[in-house]
Structures are given as C-alpha cells and as structure tokens.
C-alpha cells in the first residue's frame, strides 16, 4: 500500500427497535449519519520509536487533550506481549489492536501510525476551537477536555471508533483482492472487539451500522461468540499455548457465516431525520438492566406488550420502504403527496406507526418502571407533532432523556429548526447539523485530512 490511507464510518439512530434488537428474534430499523468517525493510518519509516523486534500501533485523538495510546508488541518465548506505553487506558482502541493482530497474526515487524478524527455530532460543542485541514474539505472541533470528560451525544462514538480503526488495520495487513473492503470481515471482527471492550454482548445494531451504514438489522446470537469472550488467555494473557488457541478460534469465527440481518435501507425521499440533543441524559446500562429484568419477573405483560411494539415497528419499517417504493414508481404523485401530505394514506400509515411505536414505549415505561418515554419527552414529542413539516418524532435506542428522533419533510427542516428555537417547550433541545448518509465504512482521501 501507499504509505497514508483514509477511512471513516458513520454514526447511528436506532428509530426503532430498542431492547428488542437485543432478541435475535426482532428486527430494527438503524439509520447510519453524516456525523462520521475517521482514520488516517501511516506507516512508518523511521526505526528511532520501536525497540529492535518489537512492533507498534501509535494511536493519536488530537481533538482531546491528551489524546495518545501506543501499543507495542513484542515476542517473548513465543507469546505476544501488548503494552500500551504511555500507561493510558482506552478499552475500545486496546481491544481493536489486539484483537485485528490476533486475528492477523503477522509474521513481519509492523510499525503504524492512526490519527483518529470525529466529526462535531458526537460530542458537547461547548469550549471547541475549530480547526480546518489545508484544502478546507474537512473541519473537526478541538476539545478542552480529555475523551472521557467530553459529554456524548450518543451517536455511537465507541463503535464509530471501533469500525474505523478495524478497517483501517484489517485493510493494512490483508487488503481484498479486488481493492474493495470487505466488509464482513470487519463487521465480524469489529464486533468481537467492542463486546470485549465493553465486557458484554449487546445487540451490536452501532457496529453493525457503522460497518453496512443505514440497515433493517436482525441480531447475530450471542452463543456465536461467547466462549471466545470467556477464553481463559483473558486471565493468563501471556500464556503461549492459550494465545495461540485463542487466535485459531478467533480466525474460525470471524471467517464463519453469521446468520444476522444487515438489509439496506433507506428514508423515503424528501423525509429527513432530524436529531435533537437533549441536555442531561440517561444511563442505557440502567435502563436495559431495568427492562431486562421485568421482561424476566413479568412474562404476562412483557410477551403481548413485546409483540405490540414489534407489530408497529414493522409497519414502520414497512411504511418507510412503501414510501420509497412510490417515489421510485410514481415520483410525480409522491411528490405532491410530499405537498399535501395528511392527504395521502401512505404518508397516513408513517404518521400511524410512529404514533403506535410511541403508544407502545409509554406502556413499556409504565409497566418496567424504566424510563424509555418519560412525562418530559413525552410532551416535547406532542409538542414536535405541532411543528409544520413534522412527520412525527421517538425516543431513538434506549431512549430516557438523551435525544429525540424527528422525521420531518425536508423542506421544512431548516425552518422547524429556526423557529422551535424561539419556544419555551424546545429551550433544552440542541438541533444538531447532521442527516441521513447511508454508506457505511468506506475509503477516504487521506490529502482531505493534511493540516489537521
Ligand atoms: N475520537 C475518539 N478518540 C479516541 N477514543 C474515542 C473517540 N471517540 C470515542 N472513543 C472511545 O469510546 C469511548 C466512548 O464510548 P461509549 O461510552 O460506548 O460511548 P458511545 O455511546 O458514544 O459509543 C471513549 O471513552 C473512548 O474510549
Ligand atoms: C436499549 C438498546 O436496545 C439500544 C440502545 O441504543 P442507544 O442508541 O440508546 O445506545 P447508546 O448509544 O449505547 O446509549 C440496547 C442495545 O441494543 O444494545
């Protein structure tokens, strides 16, 4: 390869489907943002930073102070040694590097240089300097705080990161024949790598968007990788024997066929998604925890309730996909349709199935006690539905008090934006600049990213 290559990969909304994606037996509906993770990996000539034999992946997050992880690899009685030198923790990237070189298993010295960059969705605004590279094609926020100290928007960041950096190095170490990526190599591998950083298995649906962007996703089951999460080489990691084991059964399950569903997708024409961020925020671990465990204590109300929620965010699914299928028959009717929308019952089955997928979240909340739609949201979604242009909005993923989900007719976008501004029901929301992009991992210029 050329010495510098460029990737990025997108962020998420989970529109619908939250809690039950995490059951392979339900499908979800993820679309993939224009708020983007990117790399730029180099390789690097010079010798003076690596021990003689050792190997190392240097790791640098300029938009966050102190932003720099260095893992180096040495071979020591054949077991492969992973220290990151700086003594800096950060579970996604150390958990990426080590498991791709598990994986990879190299046989020559590598020695590599990543440059990670987010785009402003991701994270607070507040206290940013922006920064632009030389051609002005890119622009990223530089922070005042640490990676950990910045507050989240919850579009993914971790898996944005994980997907990135997996693409990068899997396509450093073992590029496609025919120059494509390969993407179910990275979604396999990316996967392993975010559940072991995060020391569970969750649905996975952000990775998943991260690496096949906008998709109708079905859970892989967890047991595919459960044992390889409990490999005894995570408590003798030295151990020569053990790591050899662990890197077979790593290569027979990434390169194994997941049966998940990862379909295309895409919002109709003309409707756009808009995200509102909302100061405070909830904790996902706490709310599954909380959902999981009336699901368990109260089957009677958790199995018709369940299959309720699931029931409308198919017909969503399935509206959105009628949707699309009529602006590509008959573009001129849907249109008008765009125009005069309370007119057309195809627009009329969206409107019904966000109203039903709501319906359904606020009984969830009632009966789990957990607070998916709470009073506060509950009353800025109704309030959302008076705004003009709205096609109606949910609590996206998990949902609580982090964000809300607009689907909106995109003309009337910017002007919504603007005016729900100057209201007292929206002085908490921040609009955030992004939209629908439905690619996922892809190939960047890496000339677009010089100067930063
Ligand atoms: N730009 C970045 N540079 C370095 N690490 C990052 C970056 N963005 C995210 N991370 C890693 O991901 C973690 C956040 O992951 P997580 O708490 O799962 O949030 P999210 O919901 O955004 O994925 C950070 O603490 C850091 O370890
Ligand atoms: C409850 C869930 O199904 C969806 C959570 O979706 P979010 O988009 O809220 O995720 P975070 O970014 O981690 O907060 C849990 C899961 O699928 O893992």
Redesign the pocket.
Known sequence: MSSRKAYSAPG???LA??????DPAYN?YVTALSARMHVVIEVQENESDTEKDASLVKVVSPQFEGGEWEFRFNKKEGAQQIVESNGKNNPFLQATVSTVIAYINPTEKFNLHLTIFSDPGYHSQENTRPKYSINGKRKFLYHAGAINEVA?T???SSAGLVVVVTTALLNYFKPAEDGNLNYNTIHNVAQISHCYAQKKI?????VAAAVYGSIIYRRFQPSLIENLLQHPVFTDPRNADLQQDYALKLQQTVDSNWDFNHAPCTLPAHIRLLMGDIQGGSE?PK??SK?LKWKKDKPEESEPLYRDLNNANESLIHSLAELHQFYTSDMSTYLKGIAYLSENCKFFHLTEAIKNIRSNLRKLTELSGAAVEPKEQTKLLDDCNSLHGSLGGVV?????Y?AISLLVVDDSASQLCTGSRELEAFKQVTWLTLQEEQRGTIAENYKDYLGL
């Open positions: 998420k909304a989970l489907g939250g809690y039950l994606v995490l979800s989240k919850g579009l993914g969750g649905s996975g649906f952000d996902t709310l599954v959902i996206p993923g998990a949902g609580g982090d």
